[in-house]
């Protein structure tokens, strides 16, 4: 039931799967199993913005780690990082700030050639980081859906550069 004083966070998530992921890295292979934990655990650049009693097809994407996106012809894009925004507070990254540089390490891992997901990705996209809280996409052609692939939680989640050691 409802408490008035609201949702409260931390605790613990029970979550049943009919099988381990493959990997805790959903970068590493295509497992539903390991998306599904990634979309738990791992922010992105947009969410689609989920409500109760809505159709989430109809939902537009808004802002989780960035704080905006910016177009004039749908085939540039420049999309701002929140500031302030970090990590949780435990080893590697201890509540360092999410900047660009956390960006960049997670789109190269999404378009590695050897990517199991890089085919999900628009074909001639690339990014660059402006700098820490910028990133500029140029697509092939214009797109009026970019924001959705960039929310959608089965392809670009943004992890730390420390994950570059692993998973354990």
Not at 21 to 46: C, E, I, Q
Not at 73 to 82: F, P, S
Request: proline share 10%.
């Amino acid at each position: 039931a409802p408490t008035p004083q609201g949702p409260k966070t931390g605790g613990d998530y029970k979550y049943l799967l009919a099988l381990d992921p493959t990997s805790l890295d959903p970068y590493a292979n295509l497992s539903y199993t390991a998306k599904g934990v990634a979309a738990h655990v791992y922010s992105r650049l947009f969410r689609i913005d989920a409500q109760p009693d809505k159709n989430p097809y109809g939902q537009s994407p808004i802002p989780d780690l960035a704080e905006s996106a910016e177009s004039s012809d749908g085939q540039h894009w420049t999309v701002k990082l929140k500031q302030g925004a970090k990590f949780h507070n435990v080893a590697p990254v201890n509540g360092r700030e999410v900047t660009t540089e956390d960006v960049m390490f997670s789109w190269k891992k999404l378009t590695d050639p050897k990517s199991p997901a890089l085919s999900l990705v628009p074909q001639g996209t690339t990014v660059q980081a402006v700098d820490n809280y910028t990133l500029q996409f140029t697509l092939a052609s214009p797109s009026p859906t970019f924001l959705e692939f960039l929310a959608d939680a089965n392809i670009f989640w943004i992890q730390p550069t420390e994950a570059e050691s692993g998973f354990d």
